[in-house]
């Protein structure tokens, strides 16, 4: 069996998969919100031992079909540039057919994007661009890793933000680079906005959906990943 290298970019995606026990919990590396640390924590993964690699966290969803919580099983990821680096297919097949019937889930293409992407506009316009239904800023640099050293990749995200949600600016100034929020910049932020709290409530209801899901993958998946079936 693969040793199977995980990169997710929140703290909080990496306790999900803490729940297994330690001699069979997977490595994983927390990379923030960045495809070139992403990058760099994956090729550390592969110089440890690691002869496959996974993106696991939550994603923006930028196809309009897409709520909150549904689970993207990536067959592609698209870099920036419009490359588009191929999931490997046996990895994905079975990852789609162990979830299907047991979480919403979904075959498609992960855009990478360096910036965040606030706007339904900006959205709509990379899904078009990349022929993508779903955003992060981390599984484009963990690609990259992957066909730099030959070796099979996957992602799986869980949509937080839908593809019609706008997300204020100062949330994402809020946010720590291990994904983490910082309460006194959230504050501030609200201070003079106090309306906004039910935009942060909003945001805050989908995300739970998402990591819920998540852990739901973790758990049919299993620490292997359903790399051997």
């Known amino acids: 069996m693969a040793r199977i290298g995980v990169i997710v970019g929140l703290a909080a995606e990496a306790e999900i998969l803490e729940a297994f026990p330690a001699d069979r919990r997977p490595v994983v590396a927390v990379a923030g919100a960045s495809a070139a640390r992403a990058e760099a924590a994956a090729l550390k993964l592969i110089a440890q031992g690691c002869d496959a690699l996974l993106s696991f966290g939550v994603a923006g969803g930028i196809d309009p079909a897409l709520s909150p919580g549904t689970v993207i099983v990536a067959d592609a990821v698209v870099l920036p540039d419009g490359t588009r680096i191929a999931c490997d297919a046996d990895w994905h097949g079975r990852v789609l057919q162990r979830l299907s019937g047991k979480v919403p889930c979904f075959s498609g293409a992960i855009a990478g994007s360096n910036e965040p992407l606030l706007s339904p506009e900006a ?107």
């Open 123 to 229: 959205k709509a316009a990379l899904s078009l661009r990349a022929r993508a239904v779903a955003v992060d800023m981390e599984s484009h640099g963990v690609a990259r890793a992957a066909r730099a050293k030959g070796i099979p990749v996957l992602a799986v995200r869980a949509v937080a933000d839908g593809a019609e949600r706008a997300i204020p600016a100062w949330v994402m100034d809020a946010i720590l680079p291990d994904g983490g929020l910082a309460p006194g910049k959230i504050a501030r932020a609200l201070l003079p906005r106090p309306w906004m709290v039910w935009s942060l409530l909003g945001l805050a209801r989908d995300n739970g959906r998402a990591m819920g899901a998540l852990g739901r993958v973790a758990a049919i998946l299993g620490p292997g990943g359903c790399f051997a079936g």
